[in-house]
């Protein structure tokens, strides 16, 4: 099973394994990991999941689509390796990802 690896701001990490197709948000929630609250349980209607994503992992991760980016430009700490960890579907391809969450989430 792939695996995912959620870093808080204070370096605190956090490796699951997450089923494939399952969001990285899921992930989190899931697991009880501290800094991702989805307060819309995964609906991109809020930005309390977002994470950076590590430069190695932001191509295979895609990009934020028109209602994602909105929800990131709410977000205070955004940077342009911003994304909502529940528009992340887990994949093979994407076992070993890493996220950090913003310091504003913990």
């Keep these: 099973m792939p ?3 959620y870093i808080e701001h204070n370096g ?5 394994e997450l089923e494939a197709g399952k ?8 697991n009880g990991i501290p800094g991702i609250d989805a307060d819309c349980g995964g609906e991109c209607a809020c930005a309390t999941c977002h ?3 590590d430069e190695a992992w932001l191509a295979k991760c895609g990009t934020a689509g028109e209602q994602e ?5 709410f977000a205070a700490t955004a940077e342009p390796n911003s ?3 529940c528009q992340i579907a887990m994949s093979p391809e994407l076992d070993g990802l890493v ?8």
Excluded at 23 to 30: F, K, L, N, R, T
Excluded at 99 to 106: I, L, S
Aim: hydrophobic residues 45%; neutral net charge; glycine residues 2%.
């Design 12 to 16: 605190t990490e956090h490796r699951i």
């Design 99 to 106: 996220v950090r969450m913003p310091e504003a989430q913990h």
């Design 51 to 53: 994470v950076y994503v």
């Design 83 to 85: 994304r909502l960890s």
């Design 3 to 5: 695996q995912v690896t």
């Design 23 to 30: 969001s990285v948000m899921q992930g989190a929630i899931d």
């Design 69 to 73: 980016a909105s929800m990131l430009s």
